[in-house]
């Protein structure tokens, strides 16, 4: 992987950290930090190491303000429809490694659909989370007017898209946004643990649960349960199924192979 400008990359004990590194603008997402993002999970995607992506904002302001309205301002009708941020959280939410956002600060716009994107959210008390954009005249367009609603419900969802507010931690666990809630200072430690209790399972399990859970959530409930179905019959042939079983029966923890 190349020098990134605008996103620090660490690897370390199964876990790629990307933080995301323009402070002074808040984190605000321009097509650079867009591009390293993107080549960031093609390279998680190949690293058999890793097994855990977390993504988390520098300064400690700000997780994401959203996209560079800089850059927004001079954007044409066409450029909407290039895949761009929506495509790219798209392919996290694809991504057969397990995701989780980090926030502390704010996460508004694009920065919000960003930790949507991802399969778990951890915030502190001090975290904001918003879609203003209708306060720019655009729409929440990087996949947020479809997962706000399927992570808090249509209602809350609207809400929150057509008043602008802004909700802090407290209140993103409430509504289920998020699913863990913790100080500033257990920020890091609380993705740590969450990473832990994801890598203690199978690979091939993980990535067929992830599909399982997004590709049948779109689907009529039929299909979804043979998505279910057939990700079993998959992982019923692995190593890891045979490892897994037996270390139950064998009162030891398993050691998976992610064959
Ligand atoms: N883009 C560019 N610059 C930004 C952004 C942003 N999103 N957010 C903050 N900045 C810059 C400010 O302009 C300022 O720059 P300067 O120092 O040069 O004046 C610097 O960051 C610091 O900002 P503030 O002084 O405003 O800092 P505060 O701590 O007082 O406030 C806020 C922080 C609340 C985050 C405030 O800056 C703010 O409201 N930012 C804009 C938030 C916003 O509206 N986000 C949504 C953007 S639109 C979007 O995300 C669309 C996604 C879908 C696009 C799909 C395209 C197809």
Not at 211 to 232: F, P, R
Request: charged residues 25%; glycine residues 10%.
């Amino acid at each position: 992987m190349g020098n990134f400008s605008n996103l620090l990359v660490e690897k370390e004990a199964g876990i790629m950290w990307l933080t995301l590194n323009r402070p002074e603008t808040r984190n605000a997402l321009d097509a650079n930090t867009l591009a390293e993002i993107d080549a960031a999970f093609t390279d998680a995607e190949t690293d058999t190491e890793i097994r855990v992506i977390v993504l988390q904002g520098a300064g400690g302001k700000s997780f994401a303000a959203g996209a560079d309205i800089k850059q927004l301002h001079d954007r044409h009708a066409l450029e909407a429809l290039i895949p761009g941020m929506q495509g790219l959280y798209s392919k996290i939410e694809g991504c057969s490694k397990v995701t989780i956002a980090a926030v502390t600060g704010y996460a508004l716009g694009g920065g919000c659909e960003l930790a949507l994107a991802c399969d778990i959210r951890i915030a502190t008390k001090k975290a904001k989370f918003g879609l203003p954009e209708l306060n720019l005249g655009i729409i929440p367009g990087a996949g947020g007017t479809q997962r706000l609603s399927r992570i808090i419900g249509k209602g809350r969802a609207l809400d929150m898209i057509l008043t602008g507010k802004i909700i802090d931690g407290e209140q993103a666990e409430r509504v289920g946004l998020v699913t863990y809630l913790t100080d500033e200072e257990g920020l890091v430690d609380t993705a740590k643990k969450v990473a832990a209790d994801v890598m203690k399972k199978g690979p091939v399990a993980i990535k067929l649960v992830k599909l399982a859970v997004h590709k049948g959530y779109d689907v009529d409930s039929e299909t979804a349960m043979w998505i279910e179905k057939l990700s079993q019959a998959v992982v019923f042939n692995t190593e890891d199924k045979k490892e897994g079983t037996l270390a139950f029966l064998e009162k030891r923890n398993a050691n998976f192979t992610n064959r």
